[in-house]
């Protein structure tokens, strides 16, 4: 009961959110906490950081963590983000994202809509040039 003595703005007091909470290719006993259909494919933990500091929620990554369920130890599936929910008067800092479940489903909601997701890459076109399936140059024997 040690940190119910600590104040709010400590950031151990602040919630975890691991990607693994929002991850729609997870299941539920792979660690996923929200409905599948309100997932994201593959989040990182520095694009639910972005939302978050978009929010207004003070947002720090810790890239070092590990979810503990998580089998892959790729970098790309570490970090976690420790997110402030309340003042230190106790009031939430933002009055629509005062519950854990809320920060989560506003994260998921919004990933989608970053630049870094809506970009599209430069070489699509390249099939279009190609022409007839790569067939150029070649002459039917007679």
Not at 66 to 71: A, D
Not at 83 to 92: A, H, I, R, T
Not at 93 to 102: E, H, P, T, Y
Request: with cysteine; glycine share 8%.
């Amino acid at each position: 009961m040690a940190h119910l003595n600590k104040s709010h703005l400590d950031p151990t007091r602040f919630i975890c959110i691991y990607p693994a909470y929002i991850n729609n290719k997870k299941t539920i006993a792979e660690g996923r906490r929200i409905p599948a259909e309100k997932g994201v494919q593959n989040p990182t933990c520095t694009e639910i950081a972005d939302v978050c500091r978009a929010n207004k929620l003070n947002a720090i990554v810790e890239a070092d963590k590990m979810y503990t369920r998580e089998p892959n130890r790729d970098a790309q599936f570490r970090g976690r983000v420790r997110v402030q929910l309340k003042n230190e008067d106790g009031s939430p800092c933002v009055d629509k994202l005062s519950s854990r479940k809320a920060v989560m489903l506003r994260v998921a909601e919004e990933i989608p809509k970053l630049k870094t997701r809506t970009q599209k890459t430069g070489g699509s076109d390249q099939n279009v040039q190609q022409g007839e399936g790569g067939k150029k140059g070649k002459k039917k024997k007679k």
